[in-house]
């Protein structure tokens, strides 16, 4: 037991650290945010000393672009975690690292939730008297408290399942089932009911007509299954860049290249050799004498120096190889830049993948340093895999490679794609009934589009919505948007047309006209810009740090097996330059 | 922890000491300039308006007080209040009494939207006086209409009544099904015996959902400090009622329970110079609201559609 804490607060010491350890470019992001955090931070305490007085808001706008980012947000968090249903459900394979990327945001969209409703509140201070035994907890009457419990109880499923699955990669065991699938599934339900809950904030409030209508809650989640993916689009391809090592101009740039490669020396397998595999893979010693004798048939011991490519990408050879000592890393040239895929050590395969289903490699190996490696051939390994254990530890391995690739992108953008179109259809359906049936209640929406009373504010801002959500609708249908450019663009016009759509455009104006039919407007301040801009760097910072900890773990440089090397030895500080030659 | 050591490099001493000490004064000097910079982002709370003391940060829920808390708590907001306006006011925390429903009929055919009730409301209930603060709106709407959002909230003339026009105060309805109450995620307003809905301004945590909530707009926001002149504090002071409110909290109409309850008339109605308010206990069949709502052939409960059943009547002289 005491070792087993021991352990974990090695491993929470040992994220924590490597959250410090950078290139020059995560330290000017990190130190980016920090000042715009610090910035929001001194923003914030003016509003708690002085009061709400130095927002934009009054008693006829009472909620303003606080709320509206807290509503934006919750649909980013329902979203991240929508993710998973592909892969547990479907099995989608390309998706599979995904979920931890998606559940992370989910967990940073609300931690940046959470901030914005506690800097709404007017008595911050007293935040206690919503905590269930202690405070007075107006559950269930009152949405808000449904709304307290399904973000804390999201917050808390989300930290688990990412902890859970990240700690098992670190320490290379294979995650229990059952501590973990049951909440998968329980995330899943609760990511919609986070959304809907959210929605009937707003739809339960009858004197507010712009809000009263059922078709709010299907509009946020369909708002949501958009902003939510195109926002994993971009981070992982900022994932997939800082992970890169370079630009690929080919395989003339791979290190093994550079450096004239001396020809591996190589000899006939011994069963000694598989001993001295066995140390590091315990798996091995259920396999049978017989067995062993069979697969060492046609088998090679590879002597390989430091930088030594051991196969190249594309190229087609049924060959599998072991480590007994030394590193490997596997990069893997994907729209134009290398990145590396992962790194194995002593008992781990790499090339079974391509061997076992005889198709092009799909990444290249280069030795990180002198290495010797069992090269077996796809019989061998076929015959090695017909032993249970063996054939269990081969197969897990193979399904936890850390693999953004397009294609992962691809089912992302049709996720998007789809969610667009039926947004656009429920926002089409909202705007005919409150236009076509023309009673007194279209006011809210008349000042929104068109403006009212000589009031229009909010009309540039919904038009150029409209006209984002428009335009990135046509473009995801079109196959321009499978080109990465092309898809990026959809994503950003996607992204913020969603949040001026669903934030302002969802809050503001069901405040005007006020029930009383008086037309007062709504400005951010300064200062409460600067709050917001204050939480989405608290957000984004957040979300660094979690990537920053968890792709060097995904990629197992980061495991139980390299504790107590300095962090710089160990190679999970090179999260970019410093891997390059 | 018995951390396992790197053996790393283990070259001579004295330059590992020297790469250690520059990371160490490398780091410490990240660290102090991080904390100071934390330090003046925190800078704005030395200038904090309402800093809570512990006993207010500790104070329980209204429900929750025993009759000898209550006391003590009665006591300190009086020394607060002398404190703050050099006058010592009288707190009382009134409770319903048995057999009383407040009802609230307005009629419309004697208003002349004068606005006195609204000023009468801001002295006897402490309103802040900056930014201002006021619980009643009256509405000039054009006749023949009940669209309230065809009314102006802002008119100014010289004299009123003006021609082809009529008049509607508006403030807290005291529906019998409030959504205020509902939405409220800490129970800080409720409803209470007497068809009052209260609010507890030490238990508010100020999210303003109620505001949001309100179909007639008759809840306010403390946005910052209340102000109010010391010369024009009313000492005569209800827990629910009008004592000082502080920043952040919700605020709004409770038929002036520190009178009401008390066996007198609201501020708003003695103000009255036409006699348009009419105010009493509904469970009283010999009461002025009682043989109004029987014999007026016309009254109106404001957005009747949304099922909120105010308590508050408007009816014409026919």
Sequence with gaps: MRRAIRNYLVFLGRCARIAFVGDWRYYAWMGVLTVICLLGLHAYARQFAQGLIVTGMSDEVSWGVYIANFTFLVGVAAAAVMMVIPVYIYNNEELHDLVIFGELLAVAAILMCLAFVTVDLGRPDRFWHLIPGIGQFNFPASMLSWDVIVLNGYLLL????????????????????????????????????????????????GGRPFWNSAIVGPRFLASAFTAGPALIILAMQVVRRVTASGPAGGASRLPGDTVAPQRPTSRAATLDDLDLLGRNLPELASVSIEARQKILAGATILEVNAGDVVLRQGETDEKAFFILKGRVVVKREESGRFRITRSVGPGEQFGEISALAGTPRMATAIAEEPACLLRLSADALRKLMKDAPMNKVIRSRMSERLMITDRALMTLRSIVQVSMLINVFLLLNEVFKEFYSGNLHVASSKYLYVGLHGHHALVPWIWTAIAFNLVAMVLLVLPVSRSLRWLNFTCVLCIVGIWIEKGMGLVIPGFIPTPLGEMVEYRPSLNETLVCFGIWSFGLLCYTVFLRMSVPILQGRLCKANEGLPESATGAAALGAAVEP | MPARQPQFNPGPAAPAAAVSRRGFLRTSAVVTAGLAALAASLKPLLEMNDFPTLERFMQKYYKELTPEEMERVLKRIETEVERQYGIRPHVRDLKP????????????????????????????????????????????LPHGSLDIEKAEHN????????????????????????????????HATWQEADGITVIDYDWCIGCRYCEAACPYWARRFNFTKPSIPRERLNPDMAYLGNRPRRQGVMEKCHFCIQRTRAGRYPACLEVCPTGARKFGNILDPNSEVSYILKNKRVFIQLKEELGTSPRFFYYFDV
């Design chain 2, 97 to 140: 009494r048995d057999g009383v429903e407040f009802v609230y009929c307005l009629n419309l055919t004697r208003c002349i939207g004068c606005r006195k009730c609204v000023h009468a409301c801001v002295a006897e209930n402490n309103q802040s006086r900056n930014p201002e603060i006021q619980y009643i709106r009256v509405l000039r």
């Design chain 1, 158 to 205: 989300n930290v688990h399942i990412c902890g859970y699955l990240l700690y098992c990669r670190y320490r290379k065991t294979k995650p229990g089932k059952w501590f973990y699938i049951p909440f998968v599934f329980i995330a899943i339900i609760w990511a919609v009911s986070i959304h809907t809950v959210t929605a009937f904030l707003y739809v339960g409030l």
């Design chain 2, 155 to 186: 008119y100014a003339p010289d004299l009123v009544p003006e021609k082809g026009y009529f008049y509607m105060p508006v403030q807290c309805q005291q529906c019998k099904n409030p959504p205020c109450v509902k939405v409220c995620p800490v």
